[in-house]
Every structure is written in C-alpha cells, then in structure tokens.
C-alpha cells in the first residue's frame, strides 16, 4: 500500500551552489508539504550506514566521500503518491537522461553529482526519514 510521505537530500553540490530555495520552491510548486527538514553535515561514517545498500557496489567509497564532503538538507515530504510523484519532479539519476524541467535537468552536475535523493520505494522513505528525524521533528 502507497504511503503519503518520501524522503529527500538536497546533496552537497547542490547546497555548495546555493540552490536550496530554487529546489525547495519546486517541491512547494508540486504541491508536496514538508513535514520535516534540517540542514545537517554527514560523517563518512553516517554516510556509510545510511549507504549501506550499496557497500558490494564499485561506486560505494566514493560516494561515502561525497556525501560527506559538505553539508545536506534533509526533508520528509508529503503529498498523495508521494514517492511515485517525487521521483517524477526530480527525474533520471543521470540529468542528461532527465526530462526536461526536472529538478535534475536544471540543477544536476552529472550522474554522481545528481543534485537531490528521492526514495525509490515507500519502505525505503519510511527507513530513510527515520535514519534522519525522531518523531518530535516531524510535523
């Protein structure tokens, strides 16, 4: 059963190229509430554990490294269909391959550098807002 909440990291490069308002008003435009957010700094073992799915993967240290090289804002939104919805308004993981007007058409550096994370499934949203917020910091 589809839930009404996802999760999402604005990611370093985004933050360091100040486009956290521009990101924020697009996910407002699309009608998602945010119930929770911060702006937060991962350490590399933060970003492991939250990564840890992909631990077997190539990309895995370097991505450790990434996350954790600069400062995130982490949100929970929400919205009907939330997760299906935002995957939609942030497009493909590769912005070359994004559709135009996505979040990471217009704000993404490159496949590694893909500008915001979205849940891909409502199990995953629910364990990710977790890693991130207690329940006193949702609203």
Same mark, same amino acid.
């Given at each position: 059963?589809?839930?009404?909440?996802? &999760?999402?990291?604005?990611?370093? +490069?985004? $933050?360091?190229?100040?486009h956290i308002g521009a990101i924020l008003e697009r996910i407002n435009a699309a009608g998602f509430t945010? $119930?929770?957010?911060? %702006?937060?700094?991962?350490? /590399? %073992?933060?970003?492991?554990e939250f990564y840890a799915v992909h631990k077997e993967r190539p990309f895995y240290v370097e991505l450790?490294?990434?996350? /954790?090289?600069?400062?995130? $804002?982490?949100?929970?939104? +929400?919205? @009907?269909?939330? $997760?299906? *919805? &935002?995957?939609?308004?942030?497009?493909?993981? *590769?912005?070359? @391959?994004?559709?135009?007007?996505?979040?990471? =058409? +217009? &704000?993404?550096?490159? %496949?590694?550098?893909?500008?915001?994370?979205? =849940? *891909?499934? *409502?199990?995953?949203?629910?364990?990710?807002?977790? !890693? !991130?917020? =207690?329940? +006193? @910091?949702? !609203?």
């Amino acid at each position: 059963m589809a839930t009404n909440r996802t &999760f999402t990291m604005i990611k370093p +490069e985004a $933050v360091e190229n100040g486009h956290i308002g521009a990101i924020l008003e697009r996910i407002n435009a699309a009608g998602f509430t945010i $119930v929770a957010m911060k %702006k937060t700094a991962l350490t /590399s %073992k933060k970003a492991g554990e939250f990564y840890a799915v992909h631990k077997e993967r190539p990309f895995y240290v370097e991505l450790v490294n990434y996350m /954790s090289s600069g400062p995130i $804002v982490a949100a929970i939104l +929400e919205k @009907e269909n939330a $997760v299906a *919805d &935002f995957r939609m308004l942030i497009g493909a993981t *590769d912005p070359s @391959e994004a559709a135009k007007g996505t979040i990471r =058409s +217009e &704000f993404a550096e490159s %496949k590694a550098k893909n500008a915001v994370h979205g =849940s *891909d499934s *409502d199990e995953n949203a629910a364990i990710e807002g977790d !890693f !991130f917020f =207690s329940a +006193e @910091e949702r !609203f």
